[in-house]
């Protein structure tokens, strides 16, 4: 079984005050926190915003 890791957007100041929390294995995560920032908070896809997005994720 992989290990379960998560992501909480509410620990991070955002305009929209989002709320979401995504969790699932570090590659799920990666790949729809990513999704996620592009879509909702207006950001660029691409290895800076992963590597910002990996070093928030932390264990479920
Ligand atoms: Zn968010």
Redesign the pocket.
Same mark, same amino acid.
């Given at each position: 079984m992989m290990d379960r890791v998560m992501i909480d957007?509410r620990k991070?100041p955002?305009d929209?005050n989002?709320q979401?929390t995504i969790a699932g294995t570090h590659d799920e995560v990666l790949e729809i926190a990513a999704w +996620?920032?592009v879509t909702? +908070?207006g950001h660029v896809d691409g290895p800076e915003l992963r590597a910002m997005i990996e070093k928030d994720i932390v264990a479920a």
């Open positions: 957007c991070y955002s929209n989002c979401v +996620h920032d909702a +908070h």
